[in-house]
């Protein structure tokens, strides 16, 4: 009888380890989940702030200054 009591705390202390491994890990990919969606979002808004920022420097010909010849004339 003794020895089955010994063996039942021993298994019942393994599932509480396991268990608290378990949540930890389960606390880690909610972590994670949270900052791939954060990251995916500031992208987003990065690369639209990106698109914006291009049409508004389009590529300007700079040979149209006084320090280059004009041939077109």
């Known amino acids: 009888m003794l ?3 010994i063996s039942f705390f021993g298994a019942f202390s393994l599932v509480k380890a396991l268990l608290i491994v378990g949540l930890i890990f389960l606390v880690l990919i909610v972590i994670g989940l949270v ?4 990251l995916k979002a500031e ?5 639209q702030a990106a698109k914006e920022n291009e049409e508004k420097n389009k590529y300007q010909d700079f040979t149209e200054g006084h320090l280059y010849e004009n041939n077109d004339n």
């Open 3 to 5: 020895l089955l009591l």
């Open 35 to 38: 900052k791939s969606f954060k």
């Open 43 to 47: 992208n987003e808004r990065l690369s």
